[in-house]
């Protein structure tokens, strides 16, 4: 079983839909509420021509120490990606908030992180936008 973690804390994943694999996508599947997973090596630009037609993508992150996922996030974002963004993986609690500033809405993480890492200490990271080096850099 996996936890989603939003601004809001842990919540059950309320997506029942299949998540594809990205050569389903590129050979031309569709349907209402497509999911694709992606892996930390996959390249963005190849989506860049349906992306309007994918409503949520699961970025892979194999270990705590492997941030390719958050530049996969980023590029998506700048792509014109703007539906469902998940990472889902070995993700701590103080990734959470690098996560949502490289365009991820959420964190999937298995219930043994959950355990170790607890709801609070998740939360305690969800003012994400109030709390930024560069932020403090601007004022």
């Given at each position: 079983?996996?936890?989603?973690?939003t601004d809001s804390g842990f919540v059950s994943?309320?997506?029942?839909?299949?998540?594809?694999?990205?050569?389903?996508?590129?050979?031309?599947?569709?349907?209402?509420?497509?999911?694709?997973?992606?892996?930390?090596?996959?390249?963005?630009?190849?989506?860049?021509?349906?992306?309007?037609?994918?409503?949520?993508?699961?970025?892979?992150?194999?270990?705590?120490?492997?941030?390719?996922?958050?530049?996969?996030?980023?590029?998506?974002?700048?792509l014109g990606y703007h539906g469902r963004l998940?990472?889902?993986?070995?993700?701590?609690?103080?990734?959470?908030?690098?996560?949502?500033?490289?365009g991820f809405d959420e964190v999937e993480i298995?219930?043994?992180?959950?355990?170790?890492?607890?709801?609070?200490?998740?939360?305690?990271?969800?003012?994400?936008?109030?709390?930024?080096?560069?932020?403090?850099?601007?004022?």
């Amino acid at each position: 079983m996996t936890i989603l973690v939003t601004d809001s804390g842990f919540v059950s994943d309320d997506w029942r839909d299949a998540i594809l694999a990205p050569e389903a996508i590129l050979a031309g599947a569709g349907g209402a509420n497509l999911g694709v997973a992606l892996s930390s090596s996959a390249d963005p630009a190849l989506f860049r021509g349906v992306l309007d037609t994918i409503d949520l993508i699961r970025v892979d992150f194999p270990s705590f120490s492997d941030g390719r996922g958050f530049t996969i996030a980023r590029r998506l974002r700048l792509l014109g990606y703007h539906g469902r963004l998940r990472a889902s993986g070995r993700l701590l609690a103080d990734q959470y908030a690098m996560a949502r500033r490289a365009g991820f809405d959420e964190v999937e993480i298995p219930d043994d992180m959950a355990a170790r890492q607890t709801e609070d200490q998740w939360l305690a990271r969800a003012n994400w936008r109030e709390h930024d080096y560069q932020r403090r850099l601007r004022a």
